[in-house]
């Protein structure tokens, strides 16, 4: 698998010490099967992709491509660009491979937590390097493949990549999830294992549903109260009538 990119950097408000303001657009192709995409990247952020299989434009905001335009065939142009730009800087580095970095990674929730209310995990991994990797989610150790989503590799102003893997799930107690990352940068798959930051709390149903079931308690507690102090009242007087 090849990874294409080219990178531009548009300088703006220079005087001869300082730089006010610059800006990083980057075109990424990723080559690999089933998933083969070619990506504009601007300032950190995917603006759109072409999916290399379907021979469609991806826009990653929807409305976006209101305003801006852009044709599939103009990525396949620049693909042959960057090919024969990559090609050159292989034979000048005497096809030298490329050293593979260890990712970064960790795992959250997206809002806080209330068990019984339905959240979504994000396992965010950086520092990725060549940008050929499995990411996989875990609950109590087997594979999950529904509620699952991910974005494409992005690109980021390190010559690095990122990547977001998404999770829609209830959350309970006793469930435990973790985020298993694949990697030519590590000797062994990485699990990284999901920590709320901030105990869970009981959902408003769950709540509800507790008050509801005390007020029932107490409602029985203060019938079969009373109705024993009825009882005493009539046998103390019962008791009374005897004694006269």
């Not at 852009?70 to 090609?87: H, M, P, S, T």
């Not at 990549?161 to 799930?169: M, V």
């Not at 030519?184 to 294992?193: A, D, N, Q, T, V």
Request: proline letters at 7%.
């Amino acid at each position: 698998m090849k990874v294409l990119c080219f990178c531009a950097l548009l300088v703006a408000g220079i005087t001869a010490i300082q730089v006010d303001y610059f800006e990083f657009p980057a075109a990424m192709v990723q080559t690999q099967k089933p998933t083969g995409e070619y990506i504009m990247d601007y300032d950190g952020n995917e603006r759109y992709h072409v999916d290399l299989d379907s021979k469609s434009v991806v826009w990653t905001l929807p409305g976006l491509e209101k305003y801006i335009s852009f044709e599939v065939q103009g990525a396949l142009n620049d693909i042959n660009i960057l090919k024969y730009n990559l090609d050159l800087l292989m034979k000048r580095s005497k096809y030298t491979p490329a050293v593979s970095v260890p990712p970064i990674g960790k795992v959250y929730e997206k809002h806080p937590i209330v068990l019984g209310e339905p959240n979504v995990l994000i396992c965010a991994v950086s520092n990725i390097f060549p940008p050929v990797m499995n990411m996989t989610w875990l609950k109590n150790g087997e594979k999950v493949d529904v509620g699952v989503s991910e974005t494409t590799f992005l690109p980021s102003q390190d010559h690095s990549f990122r990547k977001f893997l998404y999770l829609a799930f209830i959350p309970t107690s006793d469930d435990i999830y973790s985020c298993q990352v694949e990697h030519w940068g590590l000797e062994k798959p990485s699990r990284i294992l999901w920590d709320p930051e901030t105990p869970p709390v009981q959902s408003e149903t769950a709540e509800t549903v507790i008050c509801a079931v005390g007020l029932f308690v107490g409602f029985i507690g203060i019938i079969v109260g009373a109705a024993l102090i009825i009882k005493g009242m009539r046998l103390k007087a019962q008791r009374m009538r005897r004694g006269n």
